[in-house]
């Protein structure tokens, strides 16, 4: 084992990101107690850093700040310094990002703020560099102005810590004026489609300029404003999109799944590191345009992410999935010093050493490929990409057929097999990004809702046994049957000692709801119902509405916050409402309160709705989905008999549909009132029948799959 010149208390943590910071000269401590006493014992300020395992910023302020002796001694002396985990205590980052925001009108990671001993926050910032430059004070011009400062004038920076919180405490906590009046979903939601309509780039698909983000809670929302009004154009911008997308750089057409985003407006160069959420978000989207258009191609994608979160982030043997792998690598074993991308680009001279000369014209045709590289150099300000190939799609596989008079099935073997040779080589002579190991429960929540959605397109039953390993593992690691609590990531071979969040619970209760339609397996529904009481208890604003992210016990954090904006996952507030929703018509019992709890959740949001509701796609989705209602499919028969039904229902996109498979169902018949009508029902055969319920009304049993399909048209002149 190496020996190491410096060790402090991180190296006891399970977070990959704290663990890379185990060795720093910096006398880093955990959020917790410990470190709170401490600076109230001593009276010294903390120096708050959140990051994550895979940022590259965070990786950047490393090598030059914190493995720095001399900064170090700096930060020992003055100050008592944190290191959180951004994705293992999102309530903290969330608190401390919306004040940096707030403050500086900007955010991101790493995140440097500075506190008082009892956590109120004085002065923030992003990544810090180390020396003064542009005018601007580096980090170690601010620990000793900063350390003066609160030697000088202790009670001065307390007073303006705790009137910063308050002022973000009437920021958030703000209403619309009185009279205002209520919303119309509708007029919300054409109005966040304008907005979508007016900044779609008609060119290379997306919104806006660079960077760009895949989105999927923008493109989720278009699909179902389609879905409802019948605008071609909503439908148009999605296709469109992700068409792009799937042809760029950002898709990894060597090695399978996405990138984080494009640093371009034409999705070619990414930032390289993969994220567990984008996948599982991309596999809904995807899964969902097939749906809607019936496009192979959408379904190649689909098979494309699932193979690549199966083979780089699962978890052997156990069934949860890993939360992402870093951007930067060694360019080879004979390196020290990582460079973005390292693993995932090529230099021409590489490729034709590779590929047999015959496929040579065709692989650098179709992918771009050139002698001096394909990277614009303004896509590359560190010259880590210099003479490198991101490859993309630059000639579609039809052109190039047509070109060299060739089938496209052809073409598309010969392709596949030379990105086989490129990946091999690339996985056994190429060092591998750092993947981050850990297992956080809401992104797998999220995985099984993708993993349930690629598997109703393709009905292939180890893609569901996927999802059911994933659920399967959380409710045995990261879950008390007893308390019904969730925990909130695993590593290691054990749990994390930090409770689950909001969006654990939301994100999961959405997956097993998704879960239980597609398994039939009643335990995830019971499941989820639980979860959903447990939320309720802990995160539910019983006075205003609303959920908040982070627990009611947990005081080290000074200030709840309730997340209304989408970022790259949706918000926890627009997941619950819809999952209320549903559980509302699953659990008749619940129907009044769970209803009432949706209703008042997104009125809580009414600010955001009326003033910028394309920060609030998801919310916008959930408020449709109450007001045009739910779809409840009931299938009654054997496990055989109701297949084709099944795969008739799986072939439609259907965002507002709920699937009740009645087969050896013993707890729902006794939480609703209508399935135990249904199922009491004499019945002479096995043979399947479908009862469609809308506004808690059921209509005739049907028999016959055309009538099915007929019936889960939705029509938007009688909704």
């Given at each position: 084992?190496?020996?190491?010149?410096?060790?402090?208390?991180?190296?006891?943590?399970?977070?990959?990101?704290?663990?890379?910071?185990?060795?720093?000269?910096?006398?880093?401590?955990?959020?917790?107690?410990?470190?709170?006493?401490?600076?109230?014992?001593?009276?010294?300020?903390?120096?708050?850093?959140?990051?994550?395992?895979?940022?590259?910023?965070?990786?950047?302020?490393?090598?030059?700040?914190?493995?720095?002796?001399?900064?170090?001694?700096?930060?020992?002396?003055?100050?008592?310094?944190?290191?959180?985990?951004?994705?293992?205590?999102?309530?903290?980052?969330?608190?401390?990002?919306?004040?940096?925001?707030?403050?500086?009108?900007?955010?991101?990671?790493?995140?440097?703020?500075?506190?008082t001993p009892e956590r109120y926050p004085f002065f923030g910032a992003t990544y810090?560099?180390?020396?003064?430059?542009?005018?601007?004070?580096?980090?170690?011009?601010?620990?000793?102005?900063?350390?003066?400062?609160?030697?000088?004038?202790?009670?001065?920076?307390?007073?303006?810590?705790?009137?910063?919180?308050?002022?973000?405490?009437?920021?958030?906590?703000?209403?619309?004026?009185?009279?205002?009046?209520?919303?119309?979903?509708?007029?919300?939601?054409?109005?966040?489609?304008?907005?979508?309509?007016?900044?779609?780039?008609?060119?290379?698909?997306?919104?806006?300029?660079?960077?760009?983000?895949?989105?999927?809670?923008?493109?989720?929302?278009?699909?179902?404003?389609?879905?409802?009004?019948?605008?071609?154009?909503?439908?148009?911008?999605?296709?469109?999109?992700?068409?792009?997308?799937?042809?760029?750089?950002?898709?990894?057409?060597?090695?399978?799944?996405?990138?984080?985003?494009?640093?371009?407006?034409?999705?070619?160069?990414?930032?390289?590191?993969?994220?567990?959420?984008?996948?599982?978000?991309?596999?809904?989207?995807?899964?969902?345009?097939?749906?809607?258009?019936?496009?192979?191609?959408?379904?190649?994608?689909?098979?494309?992410?699932?193979?690549?979160?199966?083979?780089?982030?699962?978890?052997?043997?156990?069934?949860?999935?890993?939360?992402?792998?870093?951007?930067?690598?060694?360019?080879?074993?004979?390196?020290?010093?990582?460079?973005?991308?390292?693993?995932?680009?090529?230099?021409?001279?590489?490729?034709?050493?590779?590929?047999?000369?015959?496929?040579?014209?065709?692989?650098?045709?179709?992918?771009?490929?050139?002698?001096?590289?394909?990277?614009?150099?303004?896509?590359?300000?560190?010259?880590?990409?210099?003479?490198?190939?991101?490859?993309?799609?630059?000639?579609?596989?039809?052109?190039?057929?047509?070109?060299?008079?060739?089938?496209?099935?052809?073409?598309?073997?010969?392709?596949?097999?030379?990105?086989?040779?490129?990946?091999?080589?690339?996985?056994?002579?190429?060092?591998?990004?750092?993947?981050?190991?850990?297992?956080?429960?809401?992104?797998?929540?999220?995985?099984?809702?993708?993993?349930?959605?690629?598997?109703?397109?393709?009905?292939?039953?180890?893609?569901?046994?996927?999802?059911?390993?994933?659920?399967?593992?959380?409710?045995?690691?990261?879950?008390?049957?007893?308390?019904?609590?969730?925990?909130?990531?695993?590593?290691?071979?054990?749990?994390?000692?930090?409770?689950?969040?909001?969006?654990?619970?939301?994100?999961?209760?959405?997956?097993?709801?998704?879960?239980?339609?597609?398994?039939?397996?009643?335990?995830?529904?019971?499941?989820?119902?639980?979860?959903?009481?447990?939320?309720?208890?802990?995160?539910?604003?019983?006075?205003?509405?609303?959920?908040?992210?982070?627990?009611?016990?947990?005081?080290?954090?000074?200030?709840?916050m309730k997340e209304e904006q989408d970022g790259a996952e949706p918000s926890i507030?627009?997941?619950?409402?819809?999952?209320?929703?549903?559980?509302?018509?699953?659990?008749?019992?619940?129907?009044?309160?769970?209803?009432?709890?949706?209703?008042?959740?997104?009125?809580?949001?009414?600010?955001?709705?009326?003033?910028?509701?394309?920060?609030?796609?998801?919310?916008?989705?959930?408020?449709?989905?109450?007001?045009?209602?739910?779809?409840?499919?009931?299938?009654?028969?054997?496990?055989?008999?109701?297949?084709?039904?099944?795969?008739?229902?799986?072939?439609?996109?259907?965002?507002?549909?709920?699937?009740?498979?009645?087969?050896?169902?013993?707890?729902?018949?006794?939480?609703?009132?209508?399935?135990?009508?249904?199922?009491?029902?004499?019945?002479?055969?096995?043979?399947?029948?479908?009862?469609?319920?809308?506004?808690?009304?059921?209509?005739?049993?049907?028999?016959?799959?055309?009538?099915?399909?007929?019936?889960?048209?939705?029509?938007?002149?009688?909704?």
């Open positions: 084992m190496a020996e190491h010149k410096h060790t402090n208390r991180l190296r006891n943590e399970t977070s990959p990101y704290l663990l890379q910071h185990a060795h720093n000269p910096v006398d880093w401590y955990a959020w917790g107690e410990e470190a709170f006493q401490k600076a109230k014992d001593e009276n010294k300020p903390i120096f708050l850093s959140i990051g994550y395992s895979t940022c590259h910023w965070c990786h950047v302020m490393e090598r030059e700040s914190f493995e720095n002796e001399t900064v170090a001694e700096v930060m020992n002396k003055y100050y008592v310094n944190i290191k959180v985990d951004r994705e293992e205590n999102p309530g903290v980052d969330k608190l401390y990002m919306s004040y940096v925001t707030y403050t500086t009108g900007s955010g991101g990671w790493p995140l440097s703020v500075f506190l810090l560099a180390p020396q003064d430059q542009f005018g601007r004070p580096g980090f170690k011009t601010l620990l000793s102005r900063i350390a003066q400062v609160w030697m000088t004038a202790p009670d001065k920076v307390r007073s303006s810590g705790e009137n910063m919180v308050s002022q973000l405490k009437a920021f958030i906590e703000a209403k619309p004026a009185s009279g205002s009046h209520a919303l119309d979903p509708m007029t919300v939601a054409s109005t966040t489609y304008d907005h979508f309509s007016q900044s779609y780039d008609a060119v290379h698909g997306g919104f806006g300029g660079a960077p760009k983000f895949p989105t999927p809670v923008q493109l989720l929302f278009l699909m179902d404003y389609y879905y409802y009004t019948k605008e071609q154009m909503a439908l148009d911008m999605v296709t469109t999109t992700l068409r792009h997308i799937a042809a760029g750089g950002i898709h990894d057409h060597v090695g399978s799944g996405f990138h984080r985003y494009s640093t371009d407006d034409h999705w070619h160069v990414p930032h390289f590191e993969k994220m567990l959420y984008d996948q599982a978000q991309l596999l809904v989207l995807y899964a969902s345009a097939y749906q809607l258009t019936h496009d192979p191609g959408f379904l190649e994608v689909v098979k494309d992410v699932v193979l690549y979160v199966e083979r780089d982030l699962l978890q052997p043997n156990k069934g949860g999935f890993y939360s992402a792998e870093d951007a930067d690598s060694c360019p080879s074993s004979h390196d020290s010093v990582k460079s973005e991308g390292a693993f995932c680009v090529w230099e021409a001279k590489e490729i034709d050493s590779l590929l047999e000369p015959q496929d040579l014209k065709l692989y650098k045709e179709l992918y771009g490929i050139l002698d001096e590289g394909n990277v614009d150099p303004e896509q590359d300000p560190h010259n880590e990409l210099q003479n490198k190939n991101v490859l993309y799609i630059k000639t579609p596989l039809e052109t190039l057929a047509s070109a060299h008079d060739m089938d496209v099935n052809q073409i598309k073997e010969r392709i596949h097999a030379c990105n086989q040779r490129l990946l091999h080589h690339r996985q056994t002579q190429r060092p591998k990004p750092q993947c981050d190991d850990k297992i956080i429960t809401s992104w797998n929540g999220l995985m099984i809702s993708g993993l349930c959605h690629a598997y109703a397109v393709l009905h292939d039953q180890h893609i569901l046994n996927l999802a059911i390993q994933a659920a399967d593992f959380i409710y045995t690691h990261l879950y008390d049957s007893t308390t019904h609590i969730l925990t909130r990531s695993y590593r290691d071979d054990r749990a994390s000692t930090i409770k689950g969040f909001g969006d654990d619970y939301s994100f999961l209760i959405q997956g097993l709801l998704q879960l239980y339609q597609v398994s039939t397996k009643e335990h995830y529904l019971q499941w989820a119902a639980d979860l959903q009481e447990t939320q309720n208890k802990l995160f539910y604003d019983h006075t205003e509405g609303g959920y908040f992210n982070v627990a009611e016990h947990d005081t080290s954090v000074l200030l709840r507030n627009a997941v619950s409402a819809s999952n209320l929703i549903r559980l509302a018509h699953l659990l008749t019992s619940k129907t009044d309160t769970y209803m009432a709890m949706a209703k008042t959740t997104i009125e809580s949001f009414q600010l955001g709705l009326s003033k910028f509701p394309f920060a609030l796609p998801a919310l916008v989705s959930s408020f449709l989905l109450m007001d045009k209602g739910v779809k409840e499919i009931i299938l009654l028969g054997s496990q055989t008999s109701i297949k084709p039904f099944a795969d008739v229902i799986d072939k439609a996109y259907l965002p507002n549909k709920i699937v009740i498979p009645l087969l050896d169902n013993d707890w729902l018949p006794q939480h609703n009132d209508i399935i135990a009508q249904i199922k009491q029902q004499p019945r002479s055969s096995d043979a399947a029948t479908a009862y469609i319920c809308e506004h808690f009304t059921c209509g005739l049993p049907i028999v016959d799959i055309d009538e099915l399909k007929s019936s889960m048209v939705f029509n938007k002149h009688s909704s």
